[in-house]
């Protein structure tokens, strides 16, 4: 496939605007794989923390304190589960390689004003290459197939995402799981995923760590993850996530068991503090917990994953990238139940590793290799699909006057 460097990178022309005497902030309401939210052009944001955190709630109809058990979201654009209430901040940037999509991802939940800047999103990241063509900020000519490199800044990530398009301009489509038809089709390659956010594959440095009564293994690549056997809590593995959520014994022993290797693993905030053990409580993100069977459908792994408060109706790719990757080093919970996946080289090579999920089946490509009694990982890749939901213009009612006055210098006036 062409990918040729050739295109350039210009400026969105997104601009904030007052509207009937209402600040108003260009947004586009996008879909990424299994997950839904808003991407926003960062050069426009406020500088503080404080106050793009005041701009985001507004946003996505949160609280802007506190908590707010059962909040609806009914003046914002999220929408419940965590799944449903993501920010990407973008900006670009020329490099050596070509044009780079910087990414910032907020995650927030509906009912508590906190909001997490510690980890990426796999699924809505394969909405930022459709947005950034969407947006005129990377202009290609039509029949042009595209590769775009994309920075995560919370996670430290790169990767390389891929579209094809043909002689009249239109994105090939995909199928995934958990979505019904096809839209813009999106492989998103992670370059060097081990240890981003705690510098080991094996965050504990073992194989096997004993929990809470139970035997998991940490592992992190692209995100931080607690993996456990389904038959640890008397499951298989195969069970409707709804029914698994309804299970409160099942649901408040995988709590104590991801908040107590949340704190083996040495879980970090973003300013390199270790995570207490209140804040890994109510963390929205890590660190991910899934329990895993043996498949019956023709998959590698089953599994039901949590984001960990919630249950995940399909299965997030970071998590799936994670989870592949276990399945490949001996001795984990995960390469206990896996079956039929090739074995490792001493040269690096695709491994594909498919995981049976409430939706479907996840398929996944580990690039790695052997080295001595080492697993070297280079790359996890995934495909996703895309789709622009709305673009457009979101009144921003109630901004504190220390907001507006940040905002001021991007608004031109349609009174």
């Given at each position: 496939m062409s990918t040729d460097k050739a295109y350039s990178l210009a400026d969105p022309g997104l601009t904030i605007r007052r509207h009937s005497g209402v600040l108003e902030i260009p947004v586009h309401y996008m879909r990424g794989g299994t997950s839904t939210g808003v991407v926003l052009w960062e050069p426009l944001m406020p500088q503080g923390e404080s106050l793009r955190a005041e701009l985001l709630r507004h946003l996505m109809g949160v609280p802007q304190t506190g908590h707010q058990s059962g909040n609806r979201q009914i003046t914002g654009l999220g929408r419940g589960p965590a799944t449903s209430n993501k920010v990407f901040?973008?900006?670009?940037?020329?490099t050596a390689n070509g044009l780079r999509l910087i990414s910032t991802l907020a995650q927030l939940a509906s009912d508590h004003a906190d909001i997490d800047w510690s980890v990426n999103c796999g699924n809505m990241s394969s909405a930022l290459p459709l947005w950034a063509v969407d947006t005129g900020l990377f202009q290609l000519p039509a029949s042009q197939n595209c590769e775009i490199e994309i920075k995560n800044t919370n996670t430290g990530v790169l990767t390389i995402a891929r579209m094809k398009r043909d002689e009249h301009g239109q994105f090939a489509n995909a199928e995934i799981p958990g979505v019904k038809g096809?839209?813009?089709?999106?492989?998103?390659?992670?370059?060097?995923?081990?240890?981003?956010?705690?510098?080991?594959?094996?965050?504990?440095?073992?194989?096997?760590?004993?929990?809470?009564?139970?035997?998991?293994?940490?592992?992190?690549?692209?995100?931080?993850?607690?993996?456990?056997?389904?038959?640890s809590f008397g499951k298989t593995g195969h069970e409707p996530i709804a029914e698994l959520e309804a299970d409160q014994p099942f649901m408040q022993a995988l709590r104590e068991v991801w908040i107590d290797a949340g704190l083996k693993m040495r879980l970090r905030r973003r300013d390199g503090e270790l995570m207490?053990?209140?804040?890994?409580?109510?963390?929205?993100?890590?660190?991910?917990?899934?329990?895993?069977?043996?498949?019956?459908?023709?998959?590698?792994?089953?599994?039901?994953?949590?984001?960990?408060?919630?249950?995940?109706?399909?299965?997030?790719?970071?998590?799936?990238?994670?989870?592949?990757?276990?399945c490949l080093i001996p001795g984990t919970t995960a390469h206990r139940v896996a079956t039929g996946i090739a074995p490792l080289s001493e040269e690096f090579a695709d491994v594909e590793v498919s995981i049976e999920n409430p939706a479907g089946r996840l398929d996944t490509t580990v690039v790695a290799a052997l080295r001595g009694r080492e697993i070297d990982i280079k790359s996890a890749a995934y495909r996703r699909s895309a789709q622009i939901l709305m673009r457009g213009h979101v009144p921003l009612y109630g901004a504190s006057s220390e907001l507006a006055n940040a905002l001021a210098e991007s608004i031109s006036t349609l009174d």
């Open positions: 901040l973008m900006r670009g940037e020329m096809a839209f813009p089709s999106v492989d998103l390659f992670l370059q060097s995923p081990v240890g981003n956010k705690t510098g080991a594959l094996l965050p504990t440095g073992k194989v096997i760590d004993v929990v809470a009564g139970h035997e998991v293994s940490c592992v992190d690549v692209a995100v931080p993850m607690v993996i456990a056997q389904a038959s207490s053990r209140a804040e890994i409580e109510r963390s929205e993100t890590i660190p991910k917990v899934c329990i895993v069977g043996a498949p019956r459908n023709g998959g590698n792994i089953a599994v039901r994953y949590f984001t960990p408060q919630t249950g995940h109706a399909s299965m997030a790719v970071s998590g799936g990238c994670c989870l592949a990757a276990a």
